[in-house]
T-cell receptor, first 114, second 114 residues
Framework: NAGVTQTPKFRVLKTGQSMTLLCAQD?????MYWYRQDPGMGLRLIHYSVGEGTTAKGEVPDGYNVSRLKKQNFLLGLESAAPSQTSVYFC?????????????FGPGTRLTVT | RKEVEQDPGPFNVPEGATVAFNCTYS??????FFWYRQDCRKEPKLLMSVYSSGNEDGRFTAQLNRASQYISLLIRDSKLSDSATYLCVVPGAEGSGGYQKVTFGTGTKLQVIP
């Protein structure tokens, strides 16, 4: 039981390049979230999904797209990377609404955009 | 008032000491609360949930003061291994499709000194 995994763990991009971050969970959870964490700021929600085939915008969605084609996977795409997207990205998986249930986080992806 | 506010610290305490952190929140309708622990460069992990007036788990006690809108985390007999950042998490409004917003505090850093 691996829990929540994220790939890659580290990445350096040049401005304008694109990439996809993969989050996978083996707990059969319906809810999956993508956050970014920056120094001095709390985790901020980028996009979320409440089930396979559904996605919605969170607090800071601009410059990102997501897809949830399979229940166990939640992909985060950066269309044209900008230095402001340098951050640590965490995926979380939850069995129910986030206000009542534990969020299980992946180990994070450290992204630097130069 | 910010949605969730925490003293960033750092709190430097000797081993064996008792330390307490507070977290204030603005949404008086919030019903449940969480404390997560985040080690340096790692993902957050759930430490405690608080659904009523408080919760106790070994050396850790979380208390909720609804009238003053804060939750506290008390750590007794601090260990070196308690050194981490402690994140307060407060649910907000429920949205559509089962989504519920949660707000993460920026965290309080604890350093336990030998």
């Amino acid at each position: 039981n691996a829990g929540v995994t994220q790939t890659p763990k580290f990445r350096v991009l040049k401005t304008g390049q694109s990439m996809t971050l993969l989050c996978a969970q083996d707990m059969n959870h319906e809810y999956m979230y993508w956050y970014r964490q920056d120094p001095g700021m709390g985790l901020r929600l980028i996009h979320y999904s409440v089930g396979e085939g559904t996605t919605a915008k969170g607090e800071v969605p601009d410059g990102y797209n997501v897809s949830r084609l399979k229940k166990q996977n939640f992909l985060l795409g950066l269309e044209s990377a900008a230095p402001s997207q340098t951050s640590v990205y965490f995926c979380a998986s939850i069995s129910g609404p986030s206000g009542y249930y534990e969020q299980y986080f992946g180990p994070g992806t450290r992204l630097t955009v130069t | 008032r910010k949605e969730v506010e925490q003293d960033p610290g750092p709190f430097n305490v000797p081993e064996g000491a008792t330390v307490a952190f507070n977290c204030t929140y603005s949404n008086s309708a919030s019903q449940s609360f969480f404390w997560y622990r985040q080690d340096c460069r790692k993902e957050p992990k759930l430490l405690m949930s608080v659904y009523s007036s408080g919760n106790e788990d070994g050396r850790f006690t979380a208390q909720l003061n609804r009238a003053s809108q804060y939750i506290s985390l008390l750590i007794r007999d601090s260990k070196l291994s308690d050194s981490a950042t402690y994140l307060c998490v407060v649910p907000g409004a429920e949205g559509s499709g089962g989504y519920q917003k949660v707000t993460f505090g920026t965290g309080t850093k604890l350093q336990v000194i030998p």
